[in-house]
């Protein structure tokens, strides 16, 4: 069964609805930002689905991860019960990093004790947004959600498919002013996270979905008509 224990996201990509739903410009009143259930409603939700007879649970949260001491407490109220976890909707990789360690380098070690947690809890798979291999797509349509400096994206693959966490990969190519030799790139990283243990690399087109900053983009540059 399904459940959601958070709306919102920290983020604010460009090809996401969530992109106009924070802001000071925000048409939304703020809808997009992060906000949390209480974790006493979460382990309530936990204990009715449950009594449907539900083993496994999918998390519909766009960003789950967010709060670590938070995700520790329900999954193992999760595990506790007896269910496990199927998949989850969204994560942010920057979550499963250390980032009260930086190293002399800038680096982020990997945060091995959070994997621990999300494998004792059921986590068997486990989408990998990576999105882009550019630095400058992730900065100018990601948030910057993804430093390619701090983060070793493939030393994280290696650990999570040593835990036995499956983890496929997301990326985007064809960006409006996005370059081949950007492209290449995120092909080029997408070839390392597969020999790191990825099963797979999907590539998606990024689609200026109506209610995105990129669709607003889309219009202003003369992709898409004003009508």
Same mark, same amino acid.
């Given at each position: 069964a399904p459940i959601m224990t958070s709306?919102?996201?920290?983020?604010?990509c460009a090809y996401c609805h969530i992109s106009t739903e924070r802001?000071?410009?925000?048409?939304a009143?703020?809808?997009g930002d992060l906000r949390l259930h209480s974790i006493k409603r979460v382990i309530d939700e936990i204990d009715y689905v449950k009594s449907l007879g539900v083993r496994k649970v999918f998390f519909e949260d766009d960003s789950l991860l967010a709060e670590r001491e938070r995700?520790?407490?329900?999954?193992?109220?999760?595990?506790?019960?007896?269910?496990?976890?199927?998949?989850?909707?969204?994560?942010?990789?920057?979550?499963?990093?250390?980032?009260?360690?930086?190293?002399?380098?800038?680096?982020?070690p990997v945060d091995e004790e959070y994997l621990d947690i999300l494998?004792?809890?059921?986590?068997?798979?486990?989408?990998?947004? !990576?999105?882009?291999?550019?630095?400058?797509?992730?900065?100018?349509?990601?948030?910057?959600?993804?430093?390619?400096?701090?983060?070793?994206?493939?030393h994280l693959m290696g650990e999570m498919t040593r835990r036995g966490i499956n983890a496929p990969v997301n990326m985007?190519?064809?960006f409006p002013d996005e370059t081949e030799t950007e492209i290449a790139e995120s092909v080029a990283l997408a070839r390392r996270l597969r020999d790191a243990g990825a099963p797979y !690399?999907?590539?998606?087109?990024?689609?200026?979905?109506?209610?995105?900053?990129?669709?607003?983009?889309a219009i202003d540059k003369g992709y898409l008509s004003s009508d």
């Open positions: 709306r919102g996201c920290p983020f604010r802001g000071a410009d925000s048409f009143g703020q809808i995700v520790k407490q329900i999954f193992m109220s999760i595990a506790d019960r007896g269910l496990s976890i199927s998949n989850v909707n969204g994560i942010n990789l920057v979550h499963l990093f250390d980032r009260s360690n930086t190293r002399s380098d800038g680096s982020w494998r004792a809890a059921g986590f068997d798979q486990m989408v990998f947004p !990576v999105e882009s291999g550019s630095a400058r797509i992730l900065r100018d349509y990601a948030t910057n959600k993804v430093s390619l400096r701090r983060m070793d994206l493939v985007m190519m064809g !690399v999907t590539f998606f087109i990024p689609i200026p979905f109506p209610g995105s900053k990129l669709f607003y983009m």
